[in-house]
């Protein structure tokens, strides 16, 4: 299995540019999450979705927006891209609300 | 909300010896989950060990090993035998319950402790 995968690695945007960054598993897991790694910061929780259609806003939600359309499918959306979303963004998921955390090899994104 | 402190930014210790990393964290739950995840310099985020909040018995996986203190808040993992493949960034991280009415916030991680094995 390929667990979760993210689609790109890395991206280089320009300001004001916009990206989707997919995360897909093929697990059949219900919960989806996308998070955001900054120096010193740890990870921190941008959106999550307890569902299929269903999404909801975790710390940092600012900026970004999110769909799952499918089960297997979540991806995170930036509109209009600002030098402060520069970061590692790490998708997981798991299969309840207690179980084990299962991350995507995660994107580096860059906005000049 | 939840918080997650770990108060040791960077570590180092010997191959072979023992290292100990602290973790400490607030939340009015009484039934949660505790992890320590692994970050090498591969980025991927790997699961050390997990410790359910109603269980009193430590857990274990072969060299890793908790300290869970329920009334202090504190969840410190004990690597024994360390290794050169050890040398990682270690995160601590709680597990808020969803939907529960005290917040839904998935994983809520510490900083990070970066470990260094010499050899």
């Known amino acids: 299995n390929a667990g979760v995968t993210q689609t790109p690695k890395f991206r280089v945007l320009k300001t004001g540019q916009s990206m989707t960054l997919l995360c897909a598993q093929d697990?059949?897991?219900?919960?989806m999450y996308w998070y955001r790694q900054d120096p010193g910061m740890g990870l921190r929780l941008i959106h999550y979705?307890?569902?299929?259609?269903?999404?909801a806003k975790g710390e940092v939600p600012d900026g970004y927006n999110v769909s799952r359309l499918k089960k297997q499918n979540f991806l995170l959306g930036l509109e209009s891209a600002a030098p402060s979303q520069t970061s590692v963004y790490f998708c997981?998921?798991?299969?309840?609300?207690?179980?084990?955390?299962?991350f995507g090899q995660g994107t580096r994104l860059t906005v000049v | 909300a939840q918080t997650v402190t770990q108060s040791q930014p960077e570590m180092s210790v010997q191959e072979a010896e023992t290292v100990t990393l602290s973790c400490t964290y607030d939340?009015?739950?009484?039934?949660?989950?505790l992890f320590w995840y692994k970050q090498p310099p591969s980025r991927q985020m790997i699961l050390v060990i997990r410790?359910?909040?109603?269980?009193?018995q430590n857990a274990t996986e072969n060299r890793f090993s908790v300290n869970f203190q329920k009334a202090a808040k504190s969840f410190s993992l004990k690597i024994s035998d360390s290794q050169l493949g050890d040398t990682a960034m270690y995160f601590c991280?709680?597990?808020?319950?969803?939907?529960?009415?005290?917040?839904?916030?998935?994983?809520?991680f510490g900083k990070g402790t970066h470990l260094i094995i010499q050899p």
């Open positions: 997981a998921s798991t299969v309840g609300a207690y179980t084990e955390a299962f």
């Open positions: 697990m059949n897991h219900e919960y």
């Open positions: 979705s307890v569902g299929e259609g269903t999404t």
């Open positions: 939340t009015s739950e009484s039934n949660y989950y």
């Open positions: 410790q359910e909040a109603y269980k009193q």
């Open positions: 991280a709680f597990m808020n319950p969803l939907f529960s009415g005290g917040g839904a916030d998935g994983l809520t």
